[in-house]
C-alpha cells in the first residue's frame, strides 16, 4: 500500500534552515506529482510546494516562495523540501502528499517550529 514517511522536522532559531525529506512506496513514485503541506496550530492545513513527477515544473505558496526549495529524487523514491531563511511563521507539521488514482495519501508529518 502507499506509505509515506517524513522526517527532518525540527527546532530552528529565525533565519536557520532545515530539508525535510519524504520516503514514498507503495506507488509507482515517478509517475506522480508530490506535495508538500503544512498545517499550522488553529490553522487549516495549506499547500506549501509541488512537484511534477520528472520534477520539470514546481509551484510555491507566495508565502514561500524564494525561501523554500522542493525537489525529488525518483531512483530513491524520495521528495525533499529545502527550507531557508525560516521565519517564526513557518512554524507548523509539514506533510508529504500523493494523489495515487484519485486518491490522496498522506504522511504522518515532522514538526518544524521556529523560535529563538
Known amino acids: 500500500q502507499v506509505q509515506l514517511v517524513e522526517s527532518g522536522g525540527g527546532l530552528v532559531q529565525p533565519g536557520g534552515s532545515l530539508r525535510l525529506s519524504c520516503a514514498a512506496s507503495?506507488?509507482?513514485?515517478?509517475?506522480?506529482?508530490m506535495s508538500w503541506y503544512r498545517q499550522a496550530p488553529g490553522k487549516e492545513r495549506e499547500l506549501v510546494a509541488t512537484?511534477?513527477?520528472?520534477?520539470?515544473?514546481?509551484n510555491y505558496a507566495d508565502s514561500v516562495m524564494g525561501r523554500f526549495t522542493i525537489s525529488r529524487d525518483n531512483a530513491k523514491n524520495a521528495v525533499y523540501l529545502q527550507m531557508n531563511s525560516l521565519k517564526p511563521e513557518d512554524t507548523a507539521v509539514y506533510y508529504c502528499n500523493a494523489r495515487v488514482n484519485f486518491v490522496d495519501y498522506w504522511g504522518q508529518g515532522t514538526r518544524v517550529t521556529v523560535s529563538s
Open positions: 512537484i511534477t513527477s520528472a520534477g520539470g515544473s514546481k
Open positions: 507503495g506507488f509507482t513514485f515517478s509517475s506522480y506529482r
